[in-house]
T-cell receptor
Framework: GAVVSQHPSWVICKSGTSVKIECRSL??????MFWYRQFPKQSLMLMATSNEGSKATYEQGVEKDKFLINHASLTLSTLTVTSAHPEDSSFYIC?????????????FGSGTQLSVL | AQKVTQAQTEISVVEKEDVTLDCVYETRDTTYYLFWYKQPPSGELVFLIRRNSFDEQNEISGRYSWNFQKSTSSFNFTITASQVVDSAVYFC?????????????FGKGTKLSVKP
């Protein structure tokens, strides 16, 4: 079964509204989670690294005020797209790093399709 | 600069055919890691393999096999006797950050369609 739960799977919103996407690790603690963005027929692009209890690290070109990341617990990271516009429409996918076995494993969520009207 | 190129955008095969997905990478580091992921229609990425730059041994796992050639900077993925369930988008990825899967550079993916 899935070990990383991402919610919602899809969301349609009006331009100017904010949308929150949740990423949960279900049976392990994830001090680090990652957020990616994927345009149709394009690759995944890392947006930011979410660290539990500290500020997220954003990749170059990603607006931190636009894409707010909160990682308040060891099992939950949220991405909020603030004042969404049609150009923010994309597939957003998270991943969580599991170090519990002594060897790094990365598990991905099932993604969120965001459509901004 | 780091870069991963998957030249094949889409491939269509008939069930039981063998298919090879190409991946060419660029990096200036001597230590790096290469990955393959599968993204089925449901969206989540499924980890398939991780290979470090010092290990050029080819690997076979069931119907899957990988051919790592440092001389040509390629890390190709072959599915033998393909099945309909293999239909997905496959991504090749590169990491220079000590193998961390978080700091991955992905290729654009190859969409594989296996028809019955």
């Amino acid at each position: 079964g899935a070990v990383v739960s991402q919610h919602p799977s899809w969301v349609i919103c009006k331009s100017g509204t904010s949308v929150k996407i949740e990423c949960r690790s279900l049976d392990f603690q994830a001090t680090t989670m990652f957020w990616y963005r994927q345009f149709p027929k394009q690759s995944l692009m890392l947006m930011a690294t979410s660290n539990e209890g500290s500020k997220a690290t954003y990749e170059q070109g990603v607006e931190k005020d636009k894409f707010l990341i909160n990682h308040a617990s060891l099992t939950l990271s949220t991405l909020t797209v603030t004042s969404a516009h049609p150009e923010d429409s994309s597939f957003y996918i998270c991943s969580a790093r599991d170090l519990s076995s002594g060897r790094e494993k990365l598990f991905f969520g099932s993604g969120t399709q965001l459509s901004v009207l | 600069a780091q870069k991963v190129t998957q030249a094949q955008t889409e491939i269509s095969v008939v069930e039981k055919e063998d298919v090879t997905l190409d991946c060419v990478y660029e990096t200036r580091d001597t230590t790096y890691y290469l990955f393959w992921y599968k993204q089925p229609p449901s969206g989540e990425l499924v980890f398939l393999i991780r290979r470090n730059s010092f290990d050029e041994q080819n690997e076979i796992s069931g119907r899957y096999s990988w051919n790592f050639q440092k001389s040509t900077s390629s890390f190709n993925f072959t599915i033998t006797a393909s099945q309909v369930v293999d239909s997905a988008v496959y991504f090749c990825a590169l990491s220079e950050s000590g193998g961390s899967q978080g700091n991955l550079i992905f290729g654009k993916g190859t969409k594989l369609s296996v028809k019955p």
